[in-house]
């Protein structure tokens, strides 16, 4: 099966076809190949140990399995039988088309290897746009020294928030796919049913038409 590095931006199946079952194989399969397939290359995994060799700070290629193993240490190995394989969750894959990866938990160590994988991950040096207070400080340092012209206390909010707004969409960023979906006008969600808005005023009046013992009592 070939390769397929745009199958990122492509648009997921829905749901309500007829033949979705068929899809969801084919599009898994795709995906699968052209995301999960780990690749060691000097720029990703490639390490020099120390005995000046390069290798992969993964440990790929992984040691094939041919059935889930479980021993008495909590040691859990799934199966395997692709050595560059990586571990996948189905759901994820179709509906985002990108890599990932999952673990069973079954030990302390591995949970607090997990656990300080995310904590380093988190903490890591945050981007322009992840730091929304430092955003809004900007904009108002901005707004005071280029709002002298304006007298009235409620245009001067009103052009506050316009220009919090405007540097908050200025500086926000878009995945890839996300940016094809809007761009080819995909949306960003598959919907099963049709939604129409409800008032509570239109309700109320119908539900007192019908049931007249709903009014309230007043006293004289």
């Known amino acids: 099966m070939p390769r397929e590095a745009q199958i990122a931006y492509s648009h997921p199946p829905n749901p309500d076809d007829e ?24 720029n990703t995994c490639l390490r020099y140990d120390k005995h000046g060799q390069l290798t992969c700070k ?7 399995s041919d059935e889930v193993q479980l021993d008495c240490e ?7 039988k692709n050595r560059f394989m990586n571990n996948f969750c189905p759901a994820i894959s179709f509906t985002l088309s990108c890599n990932n990866d999952i673990k069973l938990l079954l030990n302390g160590s591995d949970t607090k290897d997990c656990m ?3 904590t380093t991950y988190q903490s890591k040096k945050q981007g322009k746009s ?12 901005y707004h005071e020294t280029h709002s002298g012209h304006l007298d009235d206390i409620h245009d001067r909010n009103r052009v506050l928030i ?14 890839a796919p996300q940016v094809i979906s809007y761009l080819m006008h995909w949306g960003d969600k598959i919907c099963s049913h049709r939604y129409v808005p409800l008032y509570w005023s239109s309700l109320q009046v119908r539900l007192q038409a019908n049931f007249p013992e709903l009014q309230k009592t007043r006293s004289v």
């Open 19 to 42: 033949d979705w079952d068929d899809k969801f194989k084919d599009r898994l399969q795709r995906v699968v190949r052209s995301q999960q397939l780990h690749t060691c290359t000097r």
């Open 58 to 64: 993964c440990r790929a290629p992984w040691e094939l």
């Open 74 to 80: 909590g040691q859990y190995k799934p199966l395997w």
């Open 116 to 118: 300080w994988y995310c």
């Open 130 to 141: 992840f730091n929304l207070s430092a955003l809004m400080a900007k904009s108002l340092l």
């Open 162 to 175: 316009f220009r919090c707004q405007h540097t908050l969409n200025r500086e926000m960023e878009f995945s």
